[in-house]
């Protein structure tokens, strides 16, 4: 049993590809609820069910390292919004609090104790990432920075940016009803994240710290994590659900003060 206290954030890391084991599979279509599992089948693409298959299964496994509940009777909701919170009522269960995401090659399950988080991975030979997307969505601020470097080097800034703001995004727990030019980050100084907020998202910048990973050279993986007086510690394990773990260090590419 593992436990978290309020200063540590763990994150889950999951290749998906890498698990192939039929039996392994079985194990984890075991674990879920009968909804899970319809919800999985109901993917067209083989590669698609597989994933939401070891998704399932990471969260259910993870979840049972800190509270003593077997896999299969973690119950789950989810926001108007539908951002998934625990359900079950165990002793222990109200503290914890996690946010997943998922890209091509990579899941990741952030934990965190009474502290709200969210994640966010992105998979960077995406073919859709563009100035038009960053001219639509993006705020003012991060345009005019965008415009500003080589092409090569907004392909790069374009995906701090998106990480970053999808992690923002999923920690308040309100989908796309969050405008994405409500909010702005400043990424011009090295190793920085700078965070400002229009009153469109009803909401205080200094309330929020953020992290940014470079799980591969494929791979950002964003943290947004609620502050309080003390930088929370990330402690990031690559795991491979009801086989094994262990802990992982991926360089630190930005964080915010």
Known sequence: MLT?????VDVWVVRPSEI????LLGRYRQLLSDEERDRVARFR????????LVTRALVRTVLSRYVDLDPTSWHFGENEHGRPYIANTAPGVD???FNLSHTTGLIVLAVSHRKTVGIDTEYLERKNATADIANRFFAPSE???LVQLSSAE??????EYWTLKESY????????????DGFAFALQAAGRIGFAVEPVVNDIAARWRFRLFRESPHHFIALCVERDTRTPQVVMRDTVPLVGEEIAVYPLVRESE
């Not at 192939?20 to 039996?23: A, F, G, L, N």
């Not at 907004?154 to 995906?159: D, P």
């Not at 995004?169 to 994405?180: C, Q, S, V």
Request: proline letters at 5%; a positive charge.
């Open 4 to 8: 978290l206290d309020d200063q540590r």
């Open 143 to 145: 345009v005019a920075e």
């Open 95 to 97: 503290a914890l609090s």
């Open 20 to 23: 192939h084991s039929p039996e």
């Open 45 to 52: 693409f083989e590669k698609d069910r597989h994933r939401a």
């Open 169 to 180: 995004i999923k920690a308040r727990g309100m989908g796309l009803a969050l405008p994405l």
């Open 154 to 159: 907004q392909r790069e800034r374009f995906f």
